[in-house]
């Protein structure tokens, strides 16, 4: 194993950034001295309030570049960056791959008027479909006109899985977390007492749901058992090693945009102590691995000249987080699952929430943050998790035309009071109306929100009967019809007649992708309402199972069913647009990234999805009756 550690760990990775604003994020392998920005023709000498510096291990250290000033950046022009430091030189000088053609240092474009932009989720790096950003990276690289670029990257959620990671994945985090000397942590309610026991050897993997993870003390009832107790907390069906320690959470974002890493540690192709099964299982999983890390070179350079943005899904923290009051309830009561949960938080909010609005995090969060990684101790991770847990501004809006809204709909839900075993909403009354307020004065808005506010019907009708007998769980039955108030305040603000006239819906979590027109039914006037789903990146829905369910939902719910009228969307007309015009067929299951292209009223004029392979599927608009 080499020895010695490369200076950039991770990133450059741009966030926040417009005409006021400029936001960096890079994690280091030794602490930086005085450095200096140039940006453009500009020098700037960082000071504390401009650099905001963590130690997230012996050997890493995570920057976050923050310089605000009103006019700080020119728009529509190309801007390059460069970031010194007095003890280390040039910091991303000697990156390779890091820079398109022959351009010396990254380059990036603000561009408030959005003609353009990239958009998708769930980015599984076992999964064996390709890695959509690396193909983004590519068409980035194949024209670099300014007036071609878009104007920023929106990612919507699962980022990473922190419930689904492969067993090679887990055998790299644990040397990573040796490697950077990651920190140790105490147990409460767990087999283990603290997180140095952990074994990373083959023997102990894809057994976690049964040795480590945490189960319920009360009865439970689903849809297949009638009553019993010790239910699993953690419900995927994929927690075999489900990442429990805050050193295993760390590792796994810094593995997941690191290319620098992957060459530090070794992974064997062939292992002991595996079943023959999963034996099986290990050899897909380091094949799939080989070619993600493959692409990592590219989607770090794609991160670092487009401008990113983060929100989370429930795979970047646990399926299931926050689906039923019930749920809650055991997750949150139980020392350990608390632990888990909100160890996923402090990880969260450090590789992705800061990015998104450093200045939401500044008062309440920081100087916890700060604390805790100063001198990690039990008292203090349980001090952080608390307030993150009880932190109501992950959503965030953009200064854009159209203005970008946000949404945490995961945090605000909208508990179901006839059943604590029922879905709770996606959100609640009181953030749907700042939600509504968000919307006031403005004439086209992009809403970006995990789940799609559309989806597809007949799958939210299974999702609804599997409730009925007691297995939300099982489905994942979260939708935005789920919940009759959420469900109810919602349509009530599209149908408002002070609402925008063009909503651009953006959303993934489905693993596949589509895109539908809808309109208010019996009125001439708007809103024009369009739902884009794109996902995912590197994820697809069962290959087999997608197909029935795309004749089953055009049979039952197609645009001219008498059917539409029962159900809670009733006034809306919804009209399913079809990939690449294929007649019968209005759902495609193909791991993309977005391509969304608008007019200047806000409504598009290209919907399509970017597959590896860098083929297209476009979603042309349907046929008026």
Not at 310 to 337: C, Q, R
Request: with cysteine; hydrophobic share 40%.
């Amino acid at each position: 194993m080499p020895t010695a550690l490369p200076l950039v760990l991770a990133g450059p990775t741009l966030r926040h950034c417009d005409r006021d604003n400029f936001t960096l994020w890079f994690v280091s392998s030794a602490p930086m001295n005085e450095l200096i920005l140039h940006l453009g023709e500009e020098k700037l000498i960082l000071g504390n309030q401009q650099r905001h510096e963590i130690r997230l291990g012996e050997h890493a250290w995570q920057y976050l570049i923050q310089v605000n000033r009103d006019e700080l950046l020119a728009v529509n022009s190309a801007i390059g960056y460069r970031l010194e430091d007095s003890r280390h030189g040039a910091l991303f000088e000697n990156i390779t791959q890091l820079n398109y053609g022959d351009k010396v240092a990254p380059e990036f474009v603000i561009k408030p008027e959005i003609e353009n932009m990239l958009h998708g989720s769930c980015r599984n790096p076992h999964h064996h479909s390709g890695d959509a950003l690396v193909a983004a990276d590519t068409r980035l690289s194949q024209d670099l006109r300014v007036e071609a670029r878009p104007s920023l990257l929106m990612l919507s959620g699962d980022q990473v899985y922190v419930d689904d990671i492969a067993g090679p994945m887990l055998y790299a985090i644990g040397q990573v977390i040796q490697l950077l000397g990651l920190p140790q942590e105490q147990f409460s309610g767990a087999s283990l007492s603290d997180s140095s026991a952990i074994s990373y050897l083959p023997a102990a993997l894809y057994r976690r749901h049964k040795n480590l993870l945490p189960k319920t003390q009360y009865q439970a009832k689903t849809a297949l058992r009638r009553w019993y107790i010790n239910h699993p907390i953690f419900t995927s069906s994929l927690a075999e090693n489900h990442l429990v320690s805050l050193g295993e959470i760390m590792a796994l974002y810094l593995l997941t945009w690191s290319p620098e890493l992957w060459q530090q540690i070794e992974i064997p192709k062939e292992v002991e102590g595996l079943s023959a099964v999963n034996t099986l299982r290990w050899e897909k999983e380091w094949l799939h691995l080989l070619e993600f890390k493959a692409g990592l070179h590219q989607v770090r350079r794609l991160m670092a000249h487009l401008p990113t943005y983060m929100i989370f899904d429930d795979h970047d923290v646990t399926d299931d987080w926050n689906l039923t009051a019930k749920w809650e309830k055991a997750a949150y009561g139980h020392p350990f699952s608390r632990r888990i949960l909100g160890n996923a938080l402090i990880g969260y909010t450090l590789f992705q929430g800061l990015g998104n609005a450093p200045h939401k995090f500044t008062t309440e969060i920081v100087p916890l943050i700060d604390d805790f990684f100063s001198q990690p101790d039990t008292a203090k991770q349980d001090l952080l998790i608390h307030a993150l847990l009880k932190f109501e501004h992950w959503h965030y809006s953009l200064n854009t035309s159209p203005k970008i809204v946000v949404l945490d709909t995961r945090t605000h839900r909208w508990r179901s009071e006839s059943n604590l075993a029922k879905p709770s909403g996606l959100m609640d009354w009181e953030a749907l109306m700042e939600f509504q307020h968000d919307l006031l004065g403005q004439r086209n808005v992009i809403i970006v929100s995990a789940a799609p506010m559309f989806g597809v019907k007949l799958i939210e009708t299974i999702q609804r009967t599997a409730t009925m007998l007691g297995g939300s769980l099982l489905v994942d039955a979260e939708s935005w019809m789920a919940h009759p108030g959420t469900a109810n305040t919602l349509l009530s603000i599209f149908l408002h007649r002070k609402t925008p006239e063009q909503f651009v819906i953006l959303s993934g979590d489905v693993h596949y992708s589509f895109a539908y027109d809808i309109r208010i039914r019996f009125r001439k006037t708007g809103p024009q309402i369009y739902q884009i789903t794109c996902s995912g990146l590197k994820n697809q829905f069962p290959e087999k199972l997608i197909p029935i369910f795309d004749k089953l939902n055009g049979w039952l719910y197609g645009h001219f069913s008498p059917l539409n009228f029962l159900t809670k969307r009733k006034r809306m007309s919804i009209r399913g647009r079809r990939p690449n015009g294929e007649r019968s067929k209005r759902l495609m299951n193909r791991s993309g990234i977005g391509l969304l292209s608008l007019a200047r009223n806000g409504a598009p004029t290209q919907i399509a999805v970017l597959h590896a392979d860098m083929s297209e599927t476009h979603f042309d608009a349907p046929k008026k009756d």
